[in-house]
């Protein structure tokens, strides 16, 4: 078997506990098909660039207001990507919107976690909180998280896996969120990654 593993780039805008589940599983081995090579943020003050730094991931930080444009932005984190040679892409947290003409460059090679059993509650305004507040809302009994590939459709990329979380009755969207990250986002990232890794090395080795 080939020591190749797969260069995955991970992209965050804030807290980085699903970052920080990937080093974990890292460090752990669960995640031994690639290996994390970069963090990047579009928020100097995310705490997660803190994480990437204590787990010695060198880091970037890429803010569109100072590239003056979409095009711009995108041209940064494309450049940045293809120099360190990077396979994969995971959005954990990234809040900001990539275009169809980033997405279509690495198809099946972004993947995104989600907050909520994509089909419900998910797509254009879906993020953070809301997902939560809006699925205790419609008194839904389950929910959970999906880790999906990324196309041009916000949300709407093939599904790779899920996992399903209760909703309790005195769930407010914080807690809801907690739960929901623990049991289910910090589990199946880890997972899908190492899985697409998997592939990724299984490819380069035929
Ligand atoms: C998570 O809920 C994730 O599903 C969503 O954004 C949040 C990021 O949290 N896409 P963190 O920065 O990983 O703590």
């Known amino acids: 078997m080939s020591e190749k593993k797969a260069r995955i780039a991970v992209l965050v805008s804030g807290g980085g506990t699903n970052l920080q ?23 100097a003050g995310a705490y997660a660039l803190e994480r990437a730094k204590k787990a010695g991931i060198p880091t970037r930080t890429i803010v569109k207001k100072e590239l003056g444009s979409q095009a711009a932005f995108e041209a940064a984190i494309r450049e940045t990507l293809e ?22 460059r690495y198809p099946k090679r972004i993947l995104n976690i989600h907050p909520s059993l ?7 305004g879906y993020y953070g909180l809301r997902v939560h507040e ?12 999906t880790v999906h590939y990324v196309n041009e459709i916000p949300d709407g990329g093939e599904i790779l896996m899920q996992k399903a979380v209760s909703v309790r009755e005195n769930d407010t969207p914080e807690t809801l ?16 990654v190492e899985m697409v890794c998997q592939k990724l090395t299984e490819r380069n080795e035929a």
């Open 21 to 43: 589940a990937l080093i974990g599983a890292q460090n752990r081995g669960l995640l031994h098909s690639g290996e994390i090579q970069l963090v990047i943020s579009n928020n």
């Open 83 to 104: 120099k360190q040679e990077i396979d994969l892409v995971v959005l954990a947290g990234f809040l900001a919107i990539l275009s169809e003409d980033f997405t279509s």
């Open 118 to 124: 994509i089909p419900s509650f998910c797509g254009a």
């Open 134 to 145: 809006e699925a205790l809302k419609k008194g839904v009994k389950v929910t959970g998280a």
């Open 177 to 192: 969120q907690k739960r929901v990250m623990r049991l289910a986002e910090w589990k199946i990232l880890p997972a899908a």
